[in-house]
Structure formats: C-alpha cells, structure tokens
C-alpha cells in the first residue's frame, strides 16, 4: 500500500473522528440550552404530555438522541479504521511512528531516504476510557509549522527534561542523517542534561559543545542568526517563501535543519541571547531554524522576552505532575499523551553512532537527480553557442555549470589522486550532456586507456557515441584522434566553401547542423608511456587539435591521475597552453596540483572529501572556487543511460566505432568473409593482389592486411609462439580462398608440428576446401619445395614470351621453419644448405610469377640462420607476435615495440612503410578460424 495512500487513510480517519467528537461536544453543550429555552414556554392544552414529559421536552431528546446515535456511528466508523491504517503507517515509518521500546529498534539502521520532520513523536495518545480509541502516535508539529514548547511547573521539571531528551534522540534517529543538525544550550544543568548528543560527531552538530555560560549561550545564538541571514539572502531572496520552498526546487545541495535543543528556558538567558532568541522565533523557520525548548515556571524571566512572546510562536505541550502531557490540538488536546522515556544510554549511543556513521558518508552527497535536466527539456537544447551543463553545486550550494565552446574555453584538463571522484565526474557530465543535447546536436568520444569505465555506454548503446573503448590500446587512441584530425580538415573545408570562419556562423549561413563534438580521454598519459613514433604523433595530433579544433565544434577533455611524469609534459606544453578549463580533485602531491592548475597552484591539495573539486576555467589563475560534483552511482547511471535511449524514440543511430580488448578477434566478423559466408563458392574476378586478413586492427579502420603482389619481395615472415603463429598460417590461406575460386589459388602446406604436439595436424581442416591444398611433412617437404621451384623455373621461362593470362596464385606456407632440418644444415664453406638455397630463390623469384612464401618461424635468428641475411630480406611483409627482445624485434620490424606485446596482439610491418611504422593488431582466434573453415565453403544443396 503506498505510503500517500496511508497517509490519507489516517488524516481521514482522524478526520472523522475529530467530526464526531465535535458532534458529541456541541450535543452536550447545548442540550440544556434548549431545555432552558424550551422552559420559558406554555405548556399548551391542545398537546398533552407525553410519558410524563411535556411535548416540547420530548421533542428536545429525541433529537438529542438521533445526534448522539449519528455521532457514534461516526465515532465507531473512525475507531474502526484507524488501527489498521496507524498500524501500516508506523510499519513504513517504525523511526519516526514507534515506541522506543518496540523491537524493531533492536535492527535500527537509518533511513537515508526519509521524509522531512514535519512532525515529531511526543509518545502515544491516550483517549478516554469507554471511547474505544487504541493507543496511537501523538504527533506534533515542527518543520514547516513552528516551535515546539515544553511547559512544565517546577514539579514536573524532571518530566519536562526528560521529553525533550526523547524528542531530541527522535529528532536525530528519524531523519535523514545530514539533514539536521542540532544547538544545544543547558543554562541550568550546565550541559548535563544534554550531553549524550555529544556522540554526534561535530557535523551534525552547531558549536563545540553543549553551551551552559551565558557567553557560550550568546556565541551560539549568533550562529544561529548568522545562518538565518545567509540561507535568507542568499538562498530564499525574494524567490522562495520558506526553506522547504527553496530544497524541493533547487539543484543543489539542500539547506539542513537546525534545532535550537535549549533547557531551562528562561534560565540563564542574558538580555542580548534573549533578544537573539526573539529574532530566531520571529525569523528562524523560513530558514529552516527551530526552536525545542524547556520553559519551566518558576524561573526568572529574562527581559525582553516573556514566555507569552515564545508561546505564540509554538506548538505548547504541557507536563503535569502525574507526568502525563496535555496539547493544544484542536480536537484531541483534552486527551492525555503518555510521553515517551529516554531509553537506556547504551542503546542510544548505539543509535547516534549509527546516526554519525550514515552522516559522514551521506551529509554532502548530492543526488544527481537533484541536478538531472528535467523531463520537459531533454533533447530541446541547441549546440550553436556552446556546451552548458550543471555537473555539482558551488561552495554556497549554487548550481555548478560545465561550460565548454564559449567565452574562451574550449579543452579542459581533468586530474586527482585516485579514488577522489574523477571517474564519477566524467559520468556526470556524460549523462547530463547526452539528456540536454540529441544526438544530431552533440557526438562524443569516449576512451579510457586503463579502467572498464565507459563500457556501459556501449552495451546501453547510448546514442550519441561515436567512438567508444575501455582499457584500450595506445593504438586505438591515436587513431581516434587521427579521425577527430580529418574531422577537423572536412569542417574546415565546409567552412571555406560556406565563406565563414566558425560553426556557429557556418549554421546561421547554411542551415545546416554541424554537431559539436567532445572528446573524453580517461587516463591519456598511457599515450605517451613510450618514447616512440606514436607518442609523438599523438603530441603532434593533440596539439594541433587543441588549436583548431574550437572554431569549427570539436573540443577535448583530458583526465588523468598523472599529468606531469616524465616525456609527458614536454610532449603536451602546447596542448596544456590551450586548456583554459582545469579540474582538480584532491591530491596529495603539490606536484599534481600545479600540473592540473598551473605553476605554483597547490590549491588541490588541500581538498581531502572524494568528490570535492576546484573548477578553474581561467588555466589555473585567479581564485579556486570549490564545488560539489552530483553523485551517480553504477545502477543509476545504467537507469539514466536507458531514459536518454528512450528518448530517441525507436530512431537508429549509427554504432560507435569500438574496440573491445578481451574479446576474441572473429574471422568471420570481416566484412569480406561475411559476405562470402552469406553467398558461398561465388568468388569474384581475381584482383591483381590477394589479401591476407591478419586480424583486428586496433584502430578504427578495417583488419590489419598482408596485401600479396606480383612484385619482388611479396612474401610473408611470421615471427613468435607456435599457437598464434599457426593462426596467421590458417588466416591467410583461408583469405586468398575467400577471394579465389579454386581454379585461380592453390596452396602447399609443410608443417613440421611434432607427432606429440597439440598442433600436429593443424591444417586437417583446410584440406576439406574446394581448393587444392598440398599437405606434406617433414619426409616429403623437400620434394614439394622441388616440385615448386621447378614450377617456378617454368613459369619464369614462359614470362619473357607472348602475353598471356596470369598464373594461379600459389601459396607455399611453412609452419615451423626451424624445425625444418635440410635448412639449418650448412653446405660446404658455410654456405646456405641446397634446401636453403632453393627456399631463398623461391622467395626471391617467385613472387612476381605469382608464387609467394608464407612461413613461421619461433624467432628471428632461426630464419636468419636458416636463410641469410639475404634470404630473410626477400620477405618484405613481416608480422611479430611477442619477441624475445628489443632487439630482436628492432632487428624483425625496425622497432623494438614487440618485445612488449601482450599475449594476444601481434604488429605487422610493410617494408614500403615510413621508418618506425608499424600497426598493431589482434589475431583472429583459432577457433573461428575452425569455424568459417568448415561452414563457409559449404555448397548450398
């Protein structure tokens, strides 16, 4: 049952209740009344008494009784309902509704999402007896209503402190923790009788302690009133009439309740706590400040401010000796509260500890659907004059704004110690953005060389990705800012052609919307982990992209933990020189501070709340405003992201470009391969090259390629560990048949696996194509390498004749050339063994008659020891898994990047490339090699 739905039941309930106890009352009141008026009449002689009464009396009590029996229905109806509707009630709210001695305290834990303390316990409602009313919780008002005053004569004292411990220790354990806070002032027990609250920590709390001297009394009530005028001025203003206005509506983060705890008023009070006293009665709730209060007679009065002046600014509850209370409810305060006792110290300590626990981790969180873009203007904003989006709330609780594309700031740089919130920023921003702005207003591009942050957004598919990765390859980021790169020529090309400079003038002068574009790197430095060729292109990229890339909508946002080590900062001078936005969370090395906020500028480091950040918009100069970032945890965020997937309303968008570093790269995932799964045994006319799909680049564009030519030195070495190995091996046979019927491509295969290997008979698979495929073994593999090169002299015999067609293509694929015995033999003098020397003739004549060398070899000294300097260099296409050495693999690809492959990655290497140019790749797994090998040549029956 909804608590509104109980809520309701129970004030109805109340409601009749209340109606016919009014019923009854003004029976009674006026019964005799009309006796007494009915009295001054004659009895007339035309109507006889009735029963011994005269006719007007009988009249009297007729009606007398038909009201009481109505009021009782009514009565029965209320009493009848209420039990059930209170029962359910106190079960949705047992801190705020139940007795402390109920056992449901025994599992307190408290409630982060409760309401506010309009009301507060006193204890249980007692009704007379005979009036069939069960006991039920009397509640008084407070927050939104007025003060809340116990009177008590100087007999009842005790009882009166006591209530005001019990509804203080409510007050605390019925909240929500952080949203109240407590003064407490005990002029006459000299704190003793409010000491245990001490146990909130200083948080939850105004002032050091429990103010007793009058000084300390003074001291605290100007606090007080200190924040009456702040949250007054600053927040309420002439906008909102109350405090409860001002949260409901703001984005930030709410004003907490204060609560003046003051026994023994008005003991102890000085003329001047009593004329501050008077302002906070007067003044204080629209801020949001209450008063709970002791007023025991007896006690001399301080001047200026009597009890009658408190009184009317408050809810009065009265002790009597018996220790029972009595109200000034309209309808039920002649009915006695049996309040509720302070239960033992033990058990509240328990409480409050709870209390201060659940406070520290919540009192500053801010709730990102405070801040969330509200429904009716999602997706209705333009992108022309730049991006604004609330992301937190300033030091004051204003509403904290991301600015991005306007009044110079156009890149920002995001940095702070590691767990300090910078991961919760970047989704902040991410969902807010994605709800203001539609995807036709706004791309994003979001990498993270380190953390699985940002998968979300790719299996959520949210719609204005265009590139997305997680633990990505410093491959993968370069090539995504060589894309934003050409992005940036195209526009500026778009703009040229328009006669306009910028992109809010180019959408003015076409119509047309160019959307603007953000860039998020989460840990960029990994792009410059190596000194090498791509670190100091993306330098180069980066820079350039900082530069340009403001005018025509495309922007950057970098965050790191490190943004200062090593070759990184000289690499990224000129790319931090256009970073005017600067977010620094807290850090503890002043060195970070400056690399985030500029040269001299610790200022980070003295934030110590995760969550907590400077935003700088100036590149670290003048002031370091403080604000809060909003909270989004992982559930909410995949809740938001499916709100913002809604509001596409069933409209496709193009999927991000993405690379996923754990997935197993699928052969059949190639587009070619594909296609030829959908279509089997059609192959298209044969090109004059054949490519060999390597496996997935780790770049956005298609699969890294060996592209095979007639041309001299078209041959392809595979160096590194037998299982990858073997892989390339099936890849590229697999690759030429997929785009050579079997008349135009045939293939020899020699392995040389031992009979005890997992991979001895590898190739079995491949010989179920429809192409002839050769198998031979270490007993045949020299008569096979005869039989080509014999193949090889004939095709070169008939090349100098008459033009004619070309030959089929043929593949001879060594697998394990160092265990090809006859090769290391060594010949006469040293020289090359006649296996040897006849490999490397093939090698160096049979490309351009078609024949072409694919062989794998467990290092690069074995090849070069088999083959010769002379013999290794006739294979201008070279692929490296993971090598031995630097130089090893400087010595195979001209870098020393292999020697640092993971597991599953692989670089290929073209000769004709630019010095140092490699590409990174992950090959296909064996598995889906199997796969496409056994179901892609099938023909259809």
């Known amino acids: 049952m909804p608590i509104e739905e109980i809520e309701r039941d129970i004030h109805d309930a109340y409601l009749r209740l209340a109606e016919s106890v009014s019923s009854v009352r003004y029976c009674h009141e006026h019964y005799l009344d009309r006796l007494a008026a009915r009295g001054g009449q004659r009895a007339r002689p035309d109507r006889p008494a009735r029963g011994g009464l005269i006719p007007w009396q009988a009249d009297a009590d007729a009606a007398h009784e038909t009201v009481i029996a109505t ?292 009192s500053r969180d801010l709730p990102f659907a405070r801040i969330a873009i509200p429904a009716a203007q999602r997706w209705s904003a333009d992108t022309t004059d730049g991006l604004d989006a609330q992301i937190g709330v300033d030091s004051k609780g204003e509403p904290q704004h991301f600015v991005m594309g306007s009044r110079g700031v156009h890149n920002g740089l995001v940095g702070g110690d590691v767990r300090m919130g910078k991961s919760n920023l970047l989704h902040v921003l991410i969902t807010q953005l994605a709800l203001k702005y539609p995807p036709e207003e706004l791309e994003l591009y979001l990498l993270d060389f380190k953390e699985v942050e940002f998968d979300a957004y790719l299996t959520q598919k949210l719609p204005h990705a265009r590139a997305i990765t997680s633990r990505t390859d410093r491959e993968f980021g370069l090539s995504m800012l060589r894309r934003f790169h050409d992005e940036i020529e195209r526009r500026a090309r778009l703009c040229r052609e328009a006669k306009v400079t910028q992109l809010p003038e180019y959408r003015r002068e076409t119509g047309q919307v160019l959307p603007r574009s953000l860039v998020i790197m989460d840990e960029f430095q990994v792009l410059f982990s190596e000194e090498d060729r791509l670190s100091r292109e993306a330098g180069a990229l980066l820079a350039d992209i900082a530069k340009r890339g403001a005018a025509f909508g495309l922007h950057l946002l970098l965050a790191t933990q490190s943004p200062g080590s090593g070759s990184l900062t000289a690499h990224l001078r000129p ?228 033009p004619r067609p070309p030959d089929p293509q043929r593949f001879f694929l060594v697998a394990g050339l160092h265990r090809w015995q006859e090769l290391a033999a060594e010949g006469e003098w040293g020289k090359q063994s006649e296996a040897a020397a006849a490999l490397t003739r093939l090698a160096e004549y049979g490309p351009e008659v078609g024949i072409h060398v694919v062989m794998w070899a467990d290092s690069f000294a074995t090849a070069e020891r088999a083959l010769r300097r002379s013999g290794v260099g006739q294979f201008a296409l070279r692929a490296a898994l993971r090598l031995q050495s630097p130089a090893e693999s400087d010595a195979l690809l001209g870098v020393p990047a292999a020697a640092g492959l993971a597991d599953d990655r692989g670089l290929f290497r073209d000769a004709d490339w630019p010095h140092e140019q490699v590409e990174k790749f992950k090959p296909y797994s064996i598995t889906s090699l199997y796969a496409f090998a056994e179901s892609a040549f099938r023909r259809p029956a």
């Open 71 to 362: 009021a009782r229905a009514a009565h029965d109806q209320a009493t009848g309902d209420l039990p059930g509707t209170v029962a359910l009630l106190t079960a949705d709210h047992p801190w705020a509704l139940a007795d402390f001695g109920d056992p449901r305290w025994d599992y307190y834990t408290p409630d982060l999402k409760a309401p506010s303390p309009t009301g507060v316990r006193v204890g249980a409602l007692t009704a007379p007896s005979g009036s069939g009313i069960p006991p039920v919780p009397a509640v008084a008002r407070l927050a939104g209503h007025g003060h809340l005053l116990i009177a008590a004569e100087n007999q009842a004292a005790a009882g009166a402190r006591s209530l005001l411990q019990a509804l203080t220790l409510r007050l605390a354990v019925a909240t929500r923790p952080g949203t109240m806070r407590f003064a407490l002032a005990d002029p006459l027990g000299q704190g003793e009788q409010l000491s245990g609250f001490l146990r909130l920590p200083a948080a939850l709390r105004v002032g050091s302690g429990v103010a007793s001297s009058a000084a300390e009394i003074e001291a605290l009530l100007k606090t007080l009133t200190d924040h009456v005028v702040e949250v007054t001025q600053t927040r309420l203003t002439n906008v909102y009439d109350s405090v409860e206005a001002y949260n409901e509506a703001s984005t930030g983060v709410s004003v907490p309740y204060h609560v003046l705890v003051l026994a023994g008023f008005p003991g102890g009070i000085s003329t001047q706590a009593a004329e501050l006293l008077a302002r906070l009665a007067r003044n204080g709730p629209r801020a949001g400040v209450y008063l709970l209060a002791t007023a025991e007679h007896g006690q001399e009065e301080a001047r200026g401010l009597g009890l009658a002046a408190l009184t009317s600014t408050a809810t009065a509850l009265h002790v009597d000796g018996r220790g029972g209370v009595t109200w000034d409810d309209p309808d039920f305060g002649r009915w006695v509260i049996e309040p509720d006792v302070m239960p033992p110290a033990q058990q509240v300590n328990a409480w409050l500890d709870a209390v201060g626990a659940a406070a520290s981790i919540h």
């Open 575 to 802: 790319t931090y020189e256009q970073m005017a936005l600067r977010i620094a969370l807290g850090c503890t090395l002043p060195s970070v501070s400056q690399a985030i906020l500029g040269e001299g500028n610790e200022a980070a480091t003295k934030l110590t709340r995760a969550g907590d950040a400077i935003y700088n918009d100036r590149r670290g100069e003048g002031a370091n405003p403080v604000m809060r970032i909003a909270m989004l945890p992982t559930r909410d965020r995949l809740e938001w992201i499916g709100v913002i997937r809604a509001l596409g309303d069933g409209r496709a968008y193009p999927p991000p470009a993405a690379f996923d570093p754990d997935a197993p790269a699928d052969f059949a995932a190639n587009p070619a391969c594909a296609a030829f799964a959908a279509d089997p045994c059609r192959w298209p006319e044969p090109g004059p090259t054949t490519a060999a799909w390597l496996g997935e680049a780790i770049e956005i564009k298609p699969a890294t390629t060996a592209t095979f030519e007639n041309f001299v030195r078209s041959n392809l070495l595979i160096v590194g560990d037998e299982a990858h190995g073997h892989g390339l091996l099936l890849a590229t046979l697999l690759s030429a048949a997929v785009q050579r019927s079997p008349a135009d491509v045939s293939f020899v295969i020699a392995e040389f696996a031992r009979p005890s290997s997992s991979f001895h008979g590898f190739f079995a698979r491949a010989a179920s194509l429809p192409h002839e495929v050769q198998m031979v073994g270490p007993q045949t593999a020299l008569a096979a390498l005869a039989a080509l090169t014999a193949e090889l002299d004939a095709r070169l015999a008939d090349s100098g004749g008459a």
